[in-house]
């Protein structure tokens, strides 16, 4: 007799895809252990980092995801990178849509048709529970810690999805197995992931292993130098930046009015303030860098090095010096958001579209797929500049553009002038430069002739 990973007998003869499928049943709760005391990013030290990292390369990532969440909190400028890269995922529009050799296939386009009715019909959203898009949310958080995971929600019969349950990435744990574990308060070295239940994400990297998969590699030291730049930098501008009273007392008044001038000092507020004797000699030495620059030019350093690891350039609009260099830019960002979208689209259709498909048309039905519209809207600019010079250039030879092309490139109506003759943009295409009957201009109302 066999049974499945809930203590279920599998009868005999049941498809693989179905053994084991969890329907309705919520396997994880949230617990008071959630809330994590450990503060991993507090009094950070190099030795300290290294720690986390050996510990993560060991199959133990708890304090490292811990980290990962923590710099997205307390780190500026990674926190503002990764909602740009996050946002434009997001903003991106997903279809569910038949497998790319079945576009035409009549069943195929309903089991994607009913799958999209489905996942747009979720409407939970709460702090324990999200929609698809918020699943989405979720997943693309693993750019920083590596993966991130959520339950599934399935409804009685495995009929739909009620909804995705995010999972703390510091639960998931690699001790003693290459694939992922749930730890939980009853169980240390974790539970595996029941089929059909989880969605689990991973941001890929070359090591191949999830622990080192992650940003907050090179990012968890960048934090860690950039916070020592910023104490320093609150220090300088504490002692040099910051004016400072200093009273001087006689020795024979060292004793009954060193009190006083101290109380009267604190009276100036958080400006500093001390008291000597005259027989004290104090000097402040200070660096080359007598205004704090090297301060300043470390941490714009470490804020285009976050940017450029998480975005892949740190230049804005703004600053892009030229169209060549603007489009490199441009094309950076859309490389980065194509691969994103792609390894989404590979998770959906894995682990929220295959078992879903096979719980209600069966084992062997075509798995539709998200498709993400990722490739950016074309630049009309653009094209109408090109279009203005490829009419000027056939002209001479007695061509010029279809109206009815224009019309359907650029949604503009075109009509005839008043001298007859029909207002167009040139531009060359299928069938968009025709020719005229002879090299001289058409009569006014003259009939056109279109190749």
Known sequence: MLYDWTGNEIKEGAPDRFAGRIHGRRLTHWEDVDREEADESRSLTPSKLDLILRQANGGDPEAQARLAMEIEEKDWDAGHALQTRRAAAEAVEVTIQPPEELEDDARATEIAEDAGRMLAAISIDNDTDVAFPGAINHMLSGILSGYAALEILWSSGGGA????????????????????????????????????????????????????????????????????????????????GMPFVSARLEDNAWERDRSKIAYLIRNFGSDGGAVFSKAVEVEMLQGNQSGGEVYFKLLEYFGDAKTKVIIGQTASSGDAGGWSKGQVQGQVRQDILEADSKALSATIKRDILRPW????????????????????????????????????????????????????????????????????????????????????????NAPMTRW
């Open 357 to 444: 498909t096979a719980f209600n048309y069966g084992p062997d039905a075509p798995v539709p797929e998200a498709h993400f519209a990722y490739q950016p809207p074309e630049d009309q600019q653009a094209k109408a500049t090109v279009v203005e010079k490829v009419g000027a250039a056939v002209a001479p030879a007695g061509y010029e553009i279809d109206p009815e092309w224009i019309k359907d490139e650029f949604g503009i109506p075109v009509v005839k002038s008043a001298s007859g003759r029909p207002d167009v943009f040139p531009m060359a295409g299928e069938r968009g430069v025709k020719k005229n009957a002879s090299p001289n201009p058409p009569p006014p």
């Open 161 to 240: 999805i009620e909804g995705f349950s995010p999972l703390l990435t510091s639960a998931i744990t690699y001790r003693k197995s290459k694939e992922p574990l749930i730890r939980t308060s009853s169980h240390y070295d974790g539970l595996a992931l029941a089929p059909n239940k989880f969605v689990f994400h991973r941001h890929r990297s070359r090591s191949g292993d999830a622990t080192r998969g992650g940003l907050i590699r090179p990012l968890g030291w960048m934090y860690l130098f950039e916070n020592l730049g910023i104490k320093d930098l609150m220090r300088f501008v504490e002692k040099f």
